[in-house]
């Protein structure tokens, strides 16, 4: 399956953003998809993840309560929404899926599939 990630642009702090990930093939064989993000020199960053089984969403602790992850199943999308965007929050994003168990979901090492990245900046 192949993943495209887009939305991302340059806003102001304070602004919102929305990211989407569509899948070219079939995701359910895998059990997690998630959002990371990474800055140059930076080890990549967890955002969010979904298990795609139940729907139950799980955030990084830097953007809980003001990003939020859905999904659209029939178009085979996810979202990402972003709002009191900070300059920190700045980087590329990933969506990518994966198995493995709830434990692990934050962890880059179980995706093993990714889309291309988006970039997001953030100005103050």
């Known amino acids: 399956v192949q993943l495209q990630a887009s939305g991302g642009g340059l806003v102001q702090a304070g602004g919102s953003l929305r990211l989407s990930c569509a899948a070219s093939?079939?995701?359910?064989?895998?059990?997690?998809m998630g959002w990371f993000r990474q800055d140059p020199g930076k080890e990549r960053e967890f955002v969010a993840a979904?298990?795609?089984?139940?729907?139950?969403?799980y955030y990084g602790d830097s953007v809980k309560g003001r990003f939020t992850m859905s999904r659209d199943a029939t178009k085979r999308t996810v979202y990402l929404q972003m709002n009191s965007l900070k300059p920190e929050d700045t980087g590329v994003y990933y969506c990518?899926?994966?198995?493995?168990?709830?434990?692990?979901?934050?962890?880059?090492?179980?995706?093993?599939?990714w889309g291309q990245g988006t970039q997001v900046t953030v100005s103050s």
């Open positions: 990518a899926v994966g198995n493995g168990v709830l434990s692990s979901l934050r962890h880059a090492g179980i995706y093993v599939n």
């Open positions: 093939g079939s995701i359910l064989s895998y059990v997690n």
């Open positions: 979904i298990r795609l089984r139940g729907g139950s969403v």
